[in-house]
């Protein structure tokens, strides 16, 4: 389950609040109970000096020292649960129980990431992508091939497929994609271009939400977001965005860019874009554009640099057709 180091830092240091957190309640219980009754001091106090003389015993080659210790500590846990049974107190109580049993809040069993740790490493991602709510309705589940037409008047020149068939071919493209993301050699970018309501935003979800899924990181950015962010940081501006957020755009195993072209364009955006592009590409780490710009279009609005690095290292997908968003609400009608 890929994370940067920075993303697993940031989960192992929640590990470790858990466990200091634990112990504390623990302490902080110990001195609860030492008050109540010194009894309870002297019982931990027993424990504590019988494992040390166990230990220096079992240096010596006293080999059924060990035997003898666990029923000895056995003997002092009754004690201090029969103590605790008589002031009123669960047998548990210098025990608190774990966020998760299983790994006693470690991430790890036996050296293997805990379910808890995969799970905490999917919610980082989701919660890092801004993503999270849009992609309970966005995503293959739901996606349909009924907006798409079939007919033959509206076939693509380029490809002679019909709105249904280049609907079908993204979905493939998208899926294969996909799985790319588990072999290491297998890597690819995707660019999904046409016209305002065809699908376009909502296929990159689909991908993004498999990819996150199984754990990989995936930023999302409008291209006003994105560009914004490149601006700020060239000039050291204050802004919504955090050094984080920068060093996401190039350490994310998916970055997508939304509605590239609607956004404002100028020779240093444009240079720190390509810089953007250039370095994911040279790093193989995934890209994945939607935009409304016909593809001779990229170079006019961008630079021959940033046409050329699309165009020889994207899969290129057309979706075309009438608007889904006008079919969606006439069919509410």
């Known amino acids: 389950m890929p994370l940067t180091n920075t993303q697993y830092d940031e989960i192992m240091r ?5 466990q200091l957190d634990r112990q504390q309640l623990i302490d902080e219980r110990k001195k609860e109970l030492a008050r109540l009754d010194p009894e309870f001091t002297k019982i931990d106090s027993r424990i504590a000096r019988s494992s040390v003389t166990t230990a220096k015993q079992l240096l010596s080659g006293d080999t059924s020292a060990q035997e003898h210790l666990h029923k000895k500590i056995q003997h002092l846990r009754q004690q201090r649960t029969d103590l605790l049974n008589e002031y009123g107190y669960p047998e548990n ?5 774990y966020a998760c049993p299983d790994c006693q809040d470690t991430g790890y ?4 990431r805990c379910h808890c740790l995969k799970q905490a490493s999917i919610d980082l991602v989701y919660t890092q992508s801004n993503l999270r709510n849009i992609l309970q309705t966005e995503n293959f589940s739901n996606f349909s091939f009924d907006y798409y037409s079939d007919s033959k008047d509206m076939i693509d020149p380029a490809t002679q497929y019909t709105p249904l068939e280049a609907a079908q071919n993204a979905v493939a493209q998208c899926r294969n994609f996909i799985r790319s993301f588990e072999k290491p050699d297998d ?7 046409g016209d305002t309501g065809i699908g376009k935003t909502f296929l990159s979800n689909c991908v993004a939400k498999e990819l996150l899924d ?3 990181s995936v ?6 977001q994105l560009f914004e962010l490149l601006t700020d940081q060239q000039f050291g501006r204050t802004s919504q965005f955090s050094a984080a957020d920068y060093r996401n755009i190039f350490d994310c195993d998916l970055l997508i860019i939304d509605d590239l072209g609607t956004e404002a364009i100028n020779t240093m955006t444009t240079s720190q874009f390509f810089v953007c592009l250039n370095e994911r590409i040279l790093n193989h780490k995934s890209t994945l554009i939607s935009t409304n710009l016909e593809l001779t279009e990229l170079a006019t609005y961008y630079s021959e640099r940033i046409f050329s690095r699309i165009f020889n ?5 057309h979706l075309f057709g009438n608007d889904i968003r006008i079919q969606k609400k006439l069919n509410e009608n």
């Open 313 to 317: 290292n994207f899969t290129v997908l």
């Open 14 to 18: 929640t590990y470790e609040k858990r």
């Open 219 to 224: 930023i999302y950015f409008s291209a006003h």
């Open 187 to 193: 890597f690819q970018n995707l660019l999904i271009f």
């Open 214 to 216: 199984t754990g990989h």
């Open 109 to 112: 069993i036996n050296n293997q």
């Open 93 to 97: 109580y210098l025990q608190p129980a």
